[in-house]
């Protein structure tokens, strides 16, 4: 553990629907592990009630979502929903995976706060994690 | 202050956000958390059955808890469960992996999972772990299980936490010179041989029977045999929970175990309070060089002593 006792953020990583390709998922979580959170993974064809009523069990600060089958469109903003209805809404959700470009800005729209690419440095995605916890620590503990 | 009062509330309500938070802000320590810890209501944590599953990595103990927590919900019991995962020695981070076993409970409200890492702790659990049983169990959850990390030998924080501990064993990790070994075996209350279809899993179970008699104990430690995946044996392995938990409540073993377990945790955390202080004295200390570290530290406590 680090000296300095930075706060150690909780983030969840999951996939929802019939999509069973992992790689991206795994990758993702092995990356934000190595970069110090601690990452709940739920694995792959979880419903999105599925994962948010784990989220809130786990009161993670992020949740990030993996989908490489197209599902996107459909199941990230399921996840919204479902936070919504555990009034679990202020946990910010992230997406990646294979997207196309007219996809993004629905998926924001929707309220996932970020959208990632393969190609996105992986500096750039562990930055939008850090910034998500932070700003949702600053949020509900004032 | 206020928030703490918020929490307690959504506790009494079972409000699963609530006790969400009411984990995190224990597992964080500090101010709040034990504003929060002496705030809970002490005879609902006297109520519940701590239950403790241990074992190998990869021995099936997430999968058979799984298996446990259908069982019990069918009794229509609340209950928790604490998975606790390494943490990376390099970031500090962690994959709490073992939720995912459990997913088919995932929308039953009654089942509240908490995964967990054990941040730096060496002994199968997290430093937090007694705090959270606590907090579930004012969260309504009569039974608590708590899922260590994979262990080896030595690894004895569960059985100091728990009322009950049960070994997950597998076959194929060693012959029977393993079942003479010290440790975790001997003082496990129940042992479960999991994978109970594969080969070598009765031999297995022959050479823990084996060591049990051999045993000068007053009471025998059953040998489940289970097979996780399945369910199979599960039924058999609850209900050898449950009279051992009788047994302990009606002996005595019950309370006598809670009241260790208290002081033990009461020591724990002195420790973490003196130190720091001890770190300090040392450095009060240095110039004069000492090779034996335990002429040094028994010159240290005695300083400290002083103060």
């Not at chain 1, 953020?9 to 959170?37: M, S, T």
């Not at chain 2, 060496?122 to 772990?129: D, F, H, N, T």
């Amino acid at each position: 553990m680090t000296e300095k006792s930075s706060k150690r953020y909780r983030v969840l990583v999951g996939k929802p629907g019939l999509d069973g390709h992992d790689r991206g998922a795994k990758f993702i979580a092995r990356a934000l592990r190595d970069d110090g959170f601690e990452v709940v993974y739920t694995g792959i064809r979880r419903t999105p009630e599925e994962i948010a009523a784990a989220a809130v069990q786990e009161d993670v600060s992020a949740i990030g979502l993996s989908s490489l089958s197209g599902g996107h469109v459909r199941l990230f903003p399921a996840v919204v929903e479902a936070l919504k209805k555990f009034h679990a809404e202020d946990i910010p959700v992230i997406g990646g995976g294979v997207i196309p470009d007219e996809d993004v800005v629905a998926l924001k729209k929707a309220g996932i706060i970020e959208i990632f690419r393969p190609g996105t440095p992986l500096k750039k995605i562990l930055a939008a994690f850090h910034q998500a916890c932070e700003s949702y620590h600053h949020k509900a503990f004032r | 202050m206020g928030e703490v009062a918020h929490l307690i509330n959504g506790l009494r309500k079972h409000d699963p956000r609530a006790i969400g938070r009411a984990i995190s802000i224990v597992e964080d320590s500090g101010e709040s958390a034990e504003i929060l810890l002496s705030s809970l209501d002490e005879s609902l944590i006297e109520q519940t059955l701590v239950l403790g599953i241990t074992g190998p990595p990869g021995a099936g103990k997430s999968t058979l808890t799984s298996r446990i927590i259908s069982h019990l919900r069918k009794q229509g019991i609340r209950l928790g469960v604490i998975a606790i995962d390494p943490s990376s020695p390099i970031s500090g981070g962690a994959i709490l992996g073992d939720r995912i076993r459990m997913m088919r409970h995932a929308l039953d409200q009654d089942v509240v999972v908490r995964s967990m890492a054990a941040r730096g702790r060496l002994g199968g659990l997290c430093s937090a772990a007694g705090g959270v049983v606590r907090v579930m169990a004012n969260g309504g959850c009569s039974t608590i299980i708590i899922e260590t990390v994979g262990v080896g030998q030595s690894e004895m924080d569960i059985v100091r936490l728990a009322d009950i501990t049960a070994m997950v064993l597998a076959p194929g990790l060693g012959d029977d010179i393993q079942a003479m070994k010290a440790g975790l075996l001997e003082v496990a209350d129940l042992l479960v041989v999991n994978k109970a279809d594969r080969p070598g899993a009765e031999m297995l179970a022959m050479d823990m029977e084996a060591m049990i008699r051999n045993r000068k104990s007053s009471h025998e430690t059953p040998v489940c045999r289970t097979v996780a995946t399945e369910g199979t044996g599960v039924s058999d392995l609850v209900a050898a929970i449950g009279s051992i938990d009788q047994q302990h409540r009606a002996s005595g073993e019950h309370q006598y175990r809670r009241k260790k377990s208290f002081q033990l945790e009461v020591i724990d955390r002195a420790l973490e309070i003196i130190r720091p202080e001890l770190f300090s004295t040392l450095k009060n200390l240095d110039g004069k060089h000492e090779l034996d570290p335990g002429r040094t530290a028994r010159r240290l406590v005695k300083m400290l002593l002083l103060k």
